[in-house]
T-cell receptor
Framework: EAEVAQSPRYKITEKSQAVAFWCDPI?????LYWYRQILGQGPELLVQ????????DSQLPKDRFSAERLKGVDSTLKIQPAELGDSAMYLC??????????FGSGTRLTVV | DQQVKQNSPSLSVQEGRISILNCDYT??????FLWYKKYPAEGPTFLIS?????DKNEDGRFTVFLNKSAKHLSLHIVPSQPGDSAVYFC????????????FGSGTQLTVLP
């Protein structure tokens, strides 16, 4: 079964440092989402791509977060500088058509 | 403003009995609803969904019921098994190409052997 690959699985970083997460979507899935899930809460959308274009980044804290999807395939989410409140699981999901999301296993970020 | 709410953070059920997880929403424009299951340190996995034109969808041990007038949906698991222990998220989507999901805060289901 096709999977969404995310790396790293776990990341510990000191506050004010830069951190980056990577997502490799299922081949052919044009739509890619980054979600953030804080413990005890549901996932919240950060950014949505359609191919290489940003469709919605209204919830992305642009002063410190950036996302790109060069060539419309894999995607990178970056935080610089990281803050304590950024500790969460960062989830990548892709969709071919319809409502079928496939999530990756996520990156658990701990900022110390 | 939380548009999708799961008011029970946790639920414990005996193995073999029925588990009922509830979800309420406020946006009447949502037209598709999904349930996801999540184990610790893993991403959510799709469980079952329902379109707003239906009031019930069944898949094996899992049934989702939708009451549009009450803006309420529920997930029934019968019979519950210890492997069902996980966090269950309700999600809702608006029609259109974006298909963004709005999630509830989740319910931790524990099935006791």
């Amino acid at each position: 079964e096709a999977e969404v690959a995310q790396s790293p699985r776990y990341k510990i970083t000191e506050k004010s440092q830069a951190v980056a997460f990577w997502c490799d979507p299922i081949s052919g899935h044009a739509t890619l989402y980054w979600y953030r899930q804080i413990l005890g809460q549901g996932p919240e959308l950060l950014v949505q791509f359609q191919d290489e274009s940003v469709v919605d980044d209204s919830q992305l804290p642009k002063d410190r977060f950036s996302a790109e999807r060069l060539k419309g395939v894999d995607s990178t989410l970056k935080i610089q500088p990281a803050e304590l409140g950024d500790s969460a699981m960062y989830l990548c999901a892709t969709r071919a058509s319809g409502y079928g999301y496939t999530f990756g296993s996520g990156t658990r970020l701990t900022v110390v | 403003d939380q548009q999708v709410k799961q008011n029970s953070p946790s639920l414990s059920v005996q193995e073999g009995r029925i588990s009922i997880l509830n979800c309420d929403y406020t946006n009447s424009m949502f037209d598709y609803f999904l349930w996801y299951k999540k184990y610790p340190a893993e991403g959510p996995t799709f469980l079952i969904s329902i379109s707003s034109i239906k009031d019930k969808n069944e898949d094996g041990r899992f049934t989702v019921f939708l009451n549009k007038s009450a803006k309420h949906l529920s997930l029934h698991i019968v019979p519950s098994q210890p492997g069902d222990s996980a966090v269950y998220f309700c999600a809702a989507s608006l029609s259109g190409s974006a298909r963004q999901l709005t999630f509830g805060s989740g319910t931790q289901l524990t099935v006791l052997p």
